[in-house]
């Protein structure tokens, strides 16, 4: 993690780590960092809505003092927020601008296209980074290789061991170093929230769920299948016993259209003050 740099009194920026293709990751913080909420954004590359969602998010309690009805100085003393907007760039470049963006990459990542007829949710080596924490490592690849993921994929393929892609590496590195308090990961879609993952859930987490839920009107939910395991809030809960959460937003098909930003942050935005103040 590169010097933290005052862009003004308020807000830091700072280089979390380097993609495969060595973009740099960036975060963003304000308040007291040491005792921080960290959201995170677009870890699947058609899910980047999520990162215009957390700076248009981001934009409004610099810019403004209070936030439905909540005084953000006074927040602001106290605790903090972290974002992390854009967690796979090299991915988000691939769904966006097709194999070429991938430079040297172009034509493994070609390769791995034209095998496959799924979008593109992976970074540039074709590992899912949600699938690639240390949660459930090993049921994880029992059930990829039922599904017949055996390999680099568009999605859903975990990596050839836990943390193995510079993105995630970043992101737990990030959790180390300023001792986060709880994670939210916006994904898209389904308007759903998930809170659990194993024994180290902490129990305030389901109640906590609600609240976020109640403030949104979205469902609490708990993931199955392939998406149960491998997650960047799973890997939270497991390694620091502190409340995770994943929150779908948006209903429809990625990628969402950009035309939805406004409608869903207005839904949401009660429920991102609130994930701060829990």
């Not at 990459?105 to 970074?123: F, G, M, T």
């Not at 599904?147 to 590195?173: D, F, H, M, N, W």
């Not at 990030?174 to 024994?199: D, M, T």
């Amino acid at each position: 993690m590169t010097q933290i740099k005052n862009l003004d009194k308020n807000i830091k920026l700072f280089c979390i780590g380097q993609s495969i293709l060595k973009r740099k990751i960036y975060a963003l913080g304000i308040g007291n960092l040491k005792n921080a909420v960290l959201f995170t954004g677009a870890i699947h590359a058609q899910e980047w809505l999520t990162c215009s969602i957390l700076l248009r998010f981001f934009e409004d309690i610099f810019s403004k003092k209070t936030l439905h009805g909540v005084n953000l100085s006074d927040i602001f003393e106290h605790r903090g927020l972290i974002v992390v907007p854009l967690c796979n760039p090299d991915g988000v470049e691939i769904a966006l601008g097709g194999p070429k963006t991938a430079k040297q990459l172009c034509s493994p990542i070609e390769a791995i296209i034209k095998k496959s007829d799924k979008s593109w949710q992976a970074n540039a080596r074709g590992v899912d980074l949600n699938h690639n924490f240390d949660a459930g490592w090993d049921v994880l690849k029992k059930l990829e290789r039922q599904a017949g993921i055996t390999s680099p994929s568009p999605r859903q393929y975990g990596g050839i061991c836990p943390q193995s892609e510079p993105e995630t590496k970043a992101l737990v590195s990030l959790c180390n170093a300023l001792n986060i308090k709880k994670v939210i990961a916006f994904h898209s879609q389904g308007e759903e929230i998930y809170y659990y993952y194993g024994p180290n859930t902490p129990p305030e987490s389901e109640l906590m769920a609600d609240a976020l839920a109640a403030s949104s009107g979205y469902q609490v939910r708990k993931p199955e299948g392939l998406a149960s395991h491998g997650g960047f809030k799973d890997w939270f809960i497991k390694a620091k016993s502190r409340p995770g959460f994943t929150v779908e937003v948006g209903v429809g098909q990625n990628p969402l259209p950009i035309e939805m930003l406004e409608p869903i942050y207005e839904k949401i935005k009660e429920m991102m003050i609130v994930a701060m103040l829990l």
